[in-house]
């Protein structure tokens, strides 16, 4: 395992469009698709963390658990509109 720190997070160019989307597009919000079970909830409460602490509302951020691999986790950009999605592979 290596360490995980805020800087990967912005390094992600997917990531990085998709929380831009938010200033751009009022209303919209963040999904983050985990695999289900216990280690795959606490990833995603990880990056939901890690985005926080980087200035994303977590009021704009939900977690839905299915939709992914088990070694994955996927963020939609919502809007009223359409969704943009991603699966990093971690």
């Known amino acids: 395992m290596r360490p995980r720190q805020g800087a990967d997070l912005l390094a992600d160019e997917r ?14 919000r963040l999904q983050i ?3 289900g079970g216990e280690a795959g909830g606490l990833w995603a ?3 939901r963390s890690w985005l926080i602490a980087l200035g994303v509302p977590g009021a704009r951020i939900e977690l839905a658990p299915g ?3 088990a070694a ?3 963020v939609e950009l919502l ?11 971690q």
Do not use: F, I, N
């Open 67 to 69: 939709g992914v691999q």
């Open 79 to 89: 809007t009223g509109q359409a969704a943009e999605s991603m699966e990093p592979s």
């Open 15 to 28: 990531l990085r469009e998709r929380v831009l989307g938010l200033d751009e597009q009022p209303g919209s």
């Open 33 to 35: 698709h985990y695999p």
């Open 72 to 74: 994955a986790l996927g």
């Open 45 to 47: 409460h990880e990056l």
